[in-house]
């Protein structure tokens, strides 16, 4: 009986302590996301300054 009146005392407590666990959660994941998204981005930028790098090396040796 103690227990059920506790839960309707504090029902929107635990509610609100769990969507905040759950929202601290997803932050978390974005901010891995987002790492993850940068790192992809840095690699795929470096990757075309060498295929451009390279497309200018074969247009040089075709015109000579």
């Known amino acids: 009986m103690q227990t059920a009146s ?3 005392r504090h029902f929107l ?3 609100f ?3 905040y666990l759950m929202m601290s959660l997803l932050a978390l994941e974005q901010g891995r996301t987002i ?3 940068r790192t992809l981005i840095r690699q795929l930028f470096s990757d075309s300054i060498e295929l451009q790098a390279a497309r200018m090396r074969m247009a040089r040796t075709s015109h000579q």
């Open 35 to 37: 790492a993850n998204q």
């Open 6 to 8: 506790w839960m309707r």
């Open 17 to 19: 302590a769990v969507a």
């Open 13 to 15: 407590t635990v509610i």
